[in-house]
C-alpha cells in the first residue's frame, strides 16, 4: 500500500504543482490584463480631460465673441441713436432760424428748382402762416406769371413744387430724407464718432 500511496502522493503532488502553476499564470496574466486596463483607463482620462478642456476653452471663446458682438451691436445702436438726435435738433434747429434767413433759403432753393411750365408751390402748414409778404416776388418765373400758393395738410416745414410733369419736393422732412447718409457722416464726424454703419 506503501506504493499506492507514493503514486497517490505523488499524483497529488504532481496536480498541486500543475495547480500552482497555473495560478501563478493566472495571476502573471490577471496583472498584466489590469495594467493594461489601467493605462487604457488612464489614457481615455487623459484624453477625456483633454476634450473637456478644449470645449471650456471653446465655450469661453464664443462666450467672448458673443459678449464682444453684444458690445459693439450696443455701441453702434447708441452711436446710432446719438446721431438720430442730433438730426433731429438740426432739423428743430433749421425750423426755428431766422424767417428771413429761413425762406431766403428756400426761395434760392425753389428758383434753382423751378420747372419750365407753369407750377403751383405747395407750402409746409406751419410755415404756411409765417410766410414772408414779398417771398414769392422773390422767384422768378420765365414768363413773370402769378404763382398760385396752398397749404400743406401733408407736411409741416419746406414746399412743393407741383408742375403738370413733375413733384419737386423740398419739404425739410424729404431734403433731410434724400440725403440722410450725408448728414449721418457729418453728424458721426462733428461728434467725433468714427465710422458708423
Request: aromatic fraction near 8%; include cysteine.
Amino acid at each position: 500500500m506503501d506504493a499506492l500511496q507514493n503514486i497517490i502522493k505523488s499524483i497529488e503532488k504532481d496536480t498541486e504543482d500543475k495547480i500552482n502553476k497555473i495560478k501563478e499564470k493566472n495571476d502573471i496574466e490577471c496583472k498584466k490584463i489590469i495594467s493594461d486596463a489601467e493605462i487604457v483607463a488612464k489614457n481615455e482620462c487623459e484624453q477625456n480631460e483633454l476634450n473637456i478642456a478644449r470645449k471650456k476653452e471653446q465655450i469661453l471663446s464664443q462666450a467672448q465673441t458673443s459678449n464682444a458682438i453684444f458690445k459693439n451691436k450696443s455701441i453702434l445702436e447708441k452711436k446710432h441713436n446719438l446721431i438720430d438726435k442730433t438730426l433731429n435738433i438740426a432739423m428743430d434747429y433749421f425750423h426755428g432760424i431766422d424767417s428771413e434767413k429761413y425762406f431766403m433759403f428756400f426761395v434760392k432753393l425753389i428758383n434753382k428748382n423751378l420747372p419750365s411750365d407753369k407750377f403751383k408751390l405747395v407750402v409746409g402748414f406751419e410755415d404756411f402762416a409765417r410766410i414772408p409778404d414779398d417771398f414769392l416776388t422773390n422767384i422768378c418765373t420765365n414768363n413773370g406769371s402769378k404763382i398760385e400758393c396752398e397749404k400743406s395738410d401733408k407736411f409741416s416745414h419746406g414746399f412743393q413744387i407741383i408742375s403738370s410733369k413733375s413733384i419737386i419736393d423740398l419739404s425739410i422732412e424729404s431734403i433731410f430724407a434724400d440725403n440722410i447718409d450725408l448728414l449721418r457722416s457729418i453728424a458721426s464726424s462733428v461728434l467725433n464718432l468714427g465710422e458708423v454703419k
